[in-house]
């Protein structure tokens, strides 16, 4: 009884003094060959990045432990203050944004596979992508051209991949994304029809984060056409691989099949056209007259092209080469009118030094737009200008009372009343994550001119 009081004695003492069971991160770090650093989060910035928020921007760290210390690419634990794991990601030693949060610990705890395993992450959360448009109806017989990955969306921030028919344009906006580029590439490759695949990292914002490519020639064509050719709610396009962004806008899809609906016996304008889609869709829904402006030369090449591949009037639909400032100056110089105007311009406000021009530019862009539209007539505006302070917080100019505030200044300086017909955003494979509403960048918002 001695010798077992002893070994009940010393089995207790044993327990009370054992550490707290470790978390699964915490079991399979501890196993990790290099070791892995651990980026301590400040005292009351946990919960933020508890619920849900996949960026840790810089400010909201206290420390770093691990030596060697992390460098960018390198998957890290994030953790409380007490340096318990709440979750993992992937560091940058320049970025305002420490880390992408990729896996909490609650998540690690259900499916351990992934667990601080980039590779195998990048393959379920793409496949779960490729699930998520499948349910979608995407791709289907009348559209093939859609949003395959959307970065924070898909839960892989600074990936968004694009499929044009039988192409996969891949953009690049984080450094770890460049880092993993082959492993992507094999991931994307697998999928079934995929036979090109298009690499197009975004340099300037790869550039804050520590990546300088403007010298490389890091848009890899080696394997891809120069031109796909795509359907979209049974309109044909023809897609450049060295377009804007991947080549086409995805997300205005259902926008542009919206003004469809409404075209029938109406005369159209279409400023900041790009290569057709409103425009193709107002011709396609019996618009009587339709007229496309924009700057880009090569763009408008193509836009003529897809008249041509959709078996349009070229005499009813035209595009024309032309700022869209002096275009609407003059138009309105002439007394012209039209009965829908669509107002589309490239984003304005890349970066916060620029957010007060870029509010005025937009503002007196809509101003003009107004006047060009009949009383009674309607004006589909667009925005997807935002930038990002140095503290992380994201700005977007154009988003709920501002939005109002920018487009009734826009009104008054037109002397126009205007009413809100209709408000909607990206197409539904731009997924959001509600923990990070920076993703919702797209404004699109009807208006009834008076």
């Avoid at 409404?262 to 339709?290: H, K, P």
Wanted: contains cysteine.
């Amino acid at each position: 009884m001695l010798v077992g009081g002893r070994f009940l004695m010393s089995r207790t003492v044993a327990l009370a003094a054992a550490p707290p069971t470790a978390t699964t991160l915490q079991e399979i770090a501890s196993n990790y060959p290099k070791g892995i650093a651990k980026v301590v989060l400040k005292k009351g910035k946990t919960q933020l990045f508890k619920d849900g928020s996949p960026m840790v921007y810089s400010g909201a760290v206290a420390r770093i432990v691990g030596r060697p210390p992390p460098i960018t690419g390198d998957v890290v634990l994030v953790t409380d203050g007490t340096e318990k794991p709440i979750g993992w990601g992937l560091y940058n030693s320049v970025s305002m944004f420490c880390v992408r949060l990729m896996q909490l610990e609650d998540e690690a705890a259900r499916d351990p596979s992934c667990v601080l395993s980039v590779e195998r992450l990048l393959e379920n959360r793409i496949d779960a992508a490729v699930a998520l448009r499948e349910r979608l109806g995407l791709p289907s017989d009348k559209t093939n051209a859609y949003r395959l990955v959307n970065s924070e969306g898909d839960r892989l921030s600074g990936l968004i991949i694009d499929i044009f028919g039988h192409e996969a344009v891949i953009a690049s906006s984080a450094a770890w994304v460049e880092k993993y580029k082959q492993q992507i590439k094999v991931c994307i490759g697998k999928i079934s029809n995929i036979n090109h695949i298009t690499w197009r990292p975004s340099i300037d914002i790869l550039k804050e984060e520590g990546l300088d490519l403007s010298d490389s020639d890091d848009v890899d064509l080696s394997n891809s056409p120069r031109m796909a050719k795509v359907v979209e709610n049974g309109i044909s396009y023809l897609v450049s691989s060295e377009g804007q962004k991947t080549g086409f806008y995805a997300d205005q899809r259902e926008n542009r099949q919206y003004i469809s609906s409404i075209s029938e016996g109406q005369n159209v304008l279409d400023i900041c056209c790009y290569t057709g889609g409103f425009s193709l869709n107002a011709a396609s829904g019996g618009a009587r007259s339709v007229t496309g402006v924009d700057s880009s030369a090569p763009a408008l090449d193509i836009a003529k092209e897809n008249i041509v591949l959709n078996n349009l009037d070229s005499g009813m639909i035209s595009f024309l080469r032309e700022d869209a400032t002096h275009f609407m100056k003059s138009a309105l110089s002439k007394g012209n009118s039209w009965d829908i105007v669509i107002l589309d311009p490239p984003k304005l406000a890349p970066r916060k030094k620029v957010l007060h021009s870029a509010s005025g530019m937009y503002r007196n862009l809509n101003s003009l737009a107004m006047q060009l539209t009949t009383r009674g007539g309607l004006l589909m505006t667009c925005s997807c200008s935002g930038a990002m302070t140095q503290s992380g917080m994201f700005l977007h100019i154009l988003q709920a009372s501002c939005l109002s505030i920018l487009l009734e200044g826009a009104a008054s300086m037109a002397g126009r009343k205007i009413t809100v017909v209709r408000q909607a955003g990206a197409g539904c494979d731009h997924p959001i994550d509600p923990s990070y509403p920076e993703g919702e960048y797209l404004s699109n918002v009807l208006l009834r001119v008076l």
